[in-house]
C-alpha cells in the first residue's frame, strides 16, 4: 500500500451575521448590476435618435389590370383552360366505376388498372 501523508483538516468558523450579511451584500450587488445593464441598454438603443436624412419616395401607382395588357389577358386564358380541364376531369370522375379503378391504381398500379382508368375514366 503506498504511504499517504496525513491529511490537515480545514477549520472553518463561520460566523452567522457575517455569512448573512455577505449573501445579502452580494443579491444586492447583483440586483444593481442587472438595474445599470438595463438602464444602460434602454438610454443607448431605445433613446438614440433614428437617423433619417430623406423621407422615402412614394410608392409608384399600380395600374388596374385591363384588356390592354398582353400578359394579363394571357393568365386570364389560361385560368379559363385550367378551369375548364379541372371541371372535365371531375364529371369524368364521379363515375363510380372510374373511382374504383382510379383508387385501384393509386394502391396498386398495375398495367390491368391503367387500362381500365383509360376505359372508365375518359
Known sequence: MPYRPNHRQLLVTLNPA??????????WLGFLAIALTTWLG???FLNAPLPITTPAPPPPAMNAPGGES???EQYQNNLRR???????AQSHNQDPK???WLQQ???APTDKSRTNVLKFCN
Not at 385550367?82 to 372535365?88: P, T
Open 82 to 88: 385550367q378551369e375548364q380541364s379541372q371541371g372535365d
Open 42 to 44: 434602454y438610454k443607448l
Open 98 to 100: 372510374c373511382q374504383f
Open 70 to 72: 398582353p400578359m394579363f
Open 18 to 27: 457575517q455569512l448573512v450579511g455577505c449573501i445579502a451584500l452580494g443579491i
Open 105 to 107: 391504381d393509386r394502391t
